[in-house]
């Protein structure tokens, strides 16, 4: 299966640890970027990666939240001193943008549910 | 800041009847999407739309884009229980560098015998 994988796929932890989610996109694509998804709501951006370079992040992504892309392959999200706001469903994408024209469509992968008790 | 509203947010039809999904939002966008998502599941990705004017179907599914109303519709025709699940539209701002989607709240459509 060459889609968007996510692991793990459910985290529960205590409020004030840290968390990390680990992203492998689809092979060819050069462009990542996560979201957050709670409850009846649609995905909200966190941050955007091309290659490896981090090149938007939203006012969402306070200081407790790092992400990086060393090598411009796989993803980490970490969130540090985790709190019961933090609890939602993290959504990673990839996309491919490399020729005019391209749609640029997100493929998303199955996403990881974190739960801070 | 660009917002993107969905309506309805619910939706419960009966197989066989028609019913359109209307998609707004508003500053200019470069793309507009379509996604599905199944409950407990991720995004699966149905439509891109890229000019004013475009429309583009599979199955029982059509989109269309007014880039002057900024405004998109997903139209379903003979609603089957398949297509049960919870539909956002998503939009990227025009102009170079920014390809983070907004996405609406979602319309959870149930399609009932």
């Known amino acids: 299966d060459t889609g968007v994988s996510q692991n793990p796929r459910h985290k529960i932890t205590k409020r004030g640890q840290n968390v990390t989610f680990r992203c492998d996109p689809i092979?060819?694509?050069?462009?990542l970027y996560w979201y957050r998804q709670t409850l009846g709501q649609g995905p909200e951006f966190l941050t955007y990666?091309?290659?490896?370079?981090?090149?938007?992040k939203s006012r969402l992504l306070s200081d407790r939240f790092s992400a990086e892309r060393p090598k411009g392959s796989f993803s980490t999200l970490e969130i540090q001193r985790t709190e019961q706001g933090d609890s939602a469903m993290y959504l990673c994408?990839?996309?491919?943008?490399?020729?005019?024209?391209?749609?640029?469509?997100?493929?998303f992968g199955p996403g990881t549910r974190l739960t801070v008790l | 800041e660009l917002k993107v509203e969905q309506n309805p947010l619910f939706l419960s039809m009966q197989e066989g009847k028609n019913y359109t999904i209307y998609c707004n939002y508003s500053?200019?966008?470069?793309?507009l999407y379509w996604y599905r998502q199944d409950p407990g599941k991720s995004l699966e990705s149905l439509f891109v739309?890229?000019?004013?004017?475009a429309v583009k179907q599979e199955g029982r599914l059509m989109a269309s884009l007014d880039t002057k109303a900024r405004l998109s519709t997903l139209h379903i025709t003979a609603a089957v229980h398949d297509l049960s699940a919870t539909y956002f539209c998503?939009?990227?701002?025009?102009?170079?560098?920014?390809?983070?989607?907004?996405f609406g709240k979602g319309t959870k459509l149930s399609v009932i015998p």
């Open positions: 990666f091309q290659n490896e370079a981090q090149l938007e």
């Open positions: 998503a939009v990227t701002p025009s102009g170079a560098g920014s390809y983070q989607l907004t």
């Open positions: 994408a990839s996309s491919f943008s490399g020729t005019s024209g391209s749609t640029d469509t997100q493929y």
């Open positions: 500053t200019t966008s470069d793309r």
């Open positions: 092979s060819e694509h050069n462009r």
């Open positions: 739309l890229l000019s004013n004017g």
